[in-house]
């Protein structure tokens, strides 16, 4: 494991692949997988460290350096965690 969770199977959205290159895609999954939440905002992040206890969801945002938002998500029963754009949600 590489990081303090099991990713489950990484996917990502067209939408994503299209418009933040795969190395800053990765970078950021890297990152999240750390527990390096990106830039969520102070409650999404607390809720973050819960959920590493309690199974819940875990939910990140960074920004590829063309200023590109995309969320990480990974489920709660850690099966998959999805790259994807906002408004793919």
Not at 60 to 83: M, P, Q
């Amino acid at each position: 494991m590489l990081g303090r969770f099991r990713p489950g199977r990484l996917v990502a959205t067209p939408a994503v692949l299209e418009v933040v290159p795969r190395n800053e895609l990765m970078n950021a999954f890297y990152r999240h997988l750390r527990c390096d939440w990106g830039d969520t905002c102070d409650h999404d992040r607390n809720l973050n460290n819960q959920a590493l206890l309690t199974g819940d969801r875990l939910f990140s945002v960074y920004h590829s350096a063309n200023d590109i938002k995309f969320w990480i998500i990974t489920e709660s029963d850690r099966s998959a965690t999805t790259i994807l754009l906002p408004e793919d949600y």
